[in-house]
C-alpha cells in the first residue's frame, strides 16, 4: 500500500484501493496521533449552555473607548451565557489588565442579584488578570473554565457587535 503522511496520520493515494482503505481506516484514525493542543481545544456553542449554567467574562469592546480626562479603557463584562444577558460591567483602564477585587465582587454581585443566584461555572477569558475572580468563584464553590478570546468568540461576538454599532452609532451624533 502506498501512503503519504500528514498530520500523523496515513492517507492513501490515487493507488490504493478504496475498500481496502476503507477496512484499515478505523484503526489507523484510533491510532493516529495528535498534536498536544488537540485535546487542550475548547469549542463553545451556546446551545450547549442552559440559563445560569455559564456566565462568561470578557472584554466588551473591540477597540478602546476613548476619554479625552481620563484615557482609554475596556468594559469588562459579566453575561449568562445562554440568554446573553448583561448582568453588569466595570471600566478598566486599557493600560491595567489586573482586575481589581472591587471590581470582582462588584460583578459576582451583580448577577447574583439580578439572577437570584450564581452559575455552576464561571467563563473567564485569559485576556484580563482574573486570578482574583478565580479565587472567589472558588470560594463561592462555583467552576471556573479559562478561555482565550479566540474560544469565547462563538458566546460573545453577536453581542460585541451590537455594543459596537450602538457605541459608533451614538458617538457620530
Known amino acids: 500500500m502506498t501512503t503519504i503522511e500528514a498530520l500523523g496520520v496515513l492517507l492513501p493515494t490515487e493507488e490504493v484501493d478504496a475498500a481496502r482503505w ?14 498536544d493542543w488537540w485535546e487542550d481545544a475548547v469549542v463553545f456553542e451556546q446551545s450547549q449552555f442552559d440559563v445560569n449554567d455559564a456566565w462568561v467574562v470578557f472584554r466588551l469592546n473591540s477597540v478602546p473607548m ?22 453588569g460591567n466595570e471600566l478598566m483602564p486599557v493600560q491595567s489588565w489586573d482586575v481589581p477585587e472591587s471590581a ?12 437570584q443566584l450564581l452559575p455552576h461555572r464561571f467563563l473567564l477569558s485569559s485576556e484580563f488578570e482574573l486570578e482574583r475572580f478565580e479565587a472567589t468563584a472558588d ?16 458566546l460573545v461576538s453577536e453581542t460585541r457587535e451590537i455594543f459596537r454599532e450602538s457605541f459608533e452609532r451614538r458617538g457620530s451624533n
Do not use: H
Request: one cysteine or more; hydrophobic letters at 45%.
Open 22 to 35: 476503507m477496512s484499515v481506516m478505523p484503526r489507523v484514525l484510533s491510532e493516529a496521533v495528535f498534536p
Open 66 to 87: 476613548s476619554t479625552e480626562v481620563d484615557g482609554d479603557f475596556n468594559l469588562l463584562c459579566i453575561m449568562d451565557v445562554a440568554s446573553c444577558y448583561i448582568f
Open 104 to 115: 470582582v465582587t462588584r460583578l459576582i454581585e451583580s448577577g447574583k442579584s439580578q439572577a
Open 139 to 154: 470560594q463561592l464553590g462555583v467552576e471556573v473554565q479559562w478561555a482565550t478570546d479566540e474560544e469565547l468568540l462563538p
